[in-house]
């Protein structure tokens, strides 16, 4: 029997996301998930493929918006689909601020994320 991903388990993830917990975000990513990040050169954003690199992004993120968050977060899991709703705000080294409202679309297999497409508003950074 195949294992189920759970609206608490998302909400267990931007929980640690909110940590900066890497180890706890990565424990409902597949080893071979795909991360199409917000901002990127692509329609797609940024496409990151695998565990190790997404862990490795998460962590990037963090270390530039030492104040990283994800607020307001709210799930639902239907079939092999999944949707997360949050308002994400951080603030850069240079001291620009950001605050928007976004989602992550999930694709899941096994009680597991294999893709993980974040969107976010486009709403420019103001000074904090």
Request: aromatic content about 10%; glycine content about 10%; proline content about 2%.
């Amino acid at each position: 029997m195949s294992k189920t991903l759970t609206p608490q388990d998302l909400a267990d993830t931007f929980d640690a996301f909110n940590r900066h917990d890497v180890d706890a975000v990565m424990t409902h990513f597949a080893d071979d998930c795909v991360f199409y990040a917000v901002g990127g050169d692509h329609a797609y954003g940024a496409k990151i493929e695998g565990a190790e690199a997404i862990a490795k992004a998460f962590s990037g993120v963090w270390a530039g918006m030492k104040d990283a968050h994800w607020d307001h977060h709210s799930h639902f899991v239907h079939g092999d689909r999944a949707v997360s709703e949050w308002t994400f705000s951080g603030t850069g080294a240079d001291g620009m601020r950001i605050e928007a409202q976004g989602a992550d679309l999930f694709t899941l297999r096994d009680g597991k994320i294999i893709v993980k497409q974040a969107l976010r508003k486009s709403r420019p950074p103001f000074k904090a």
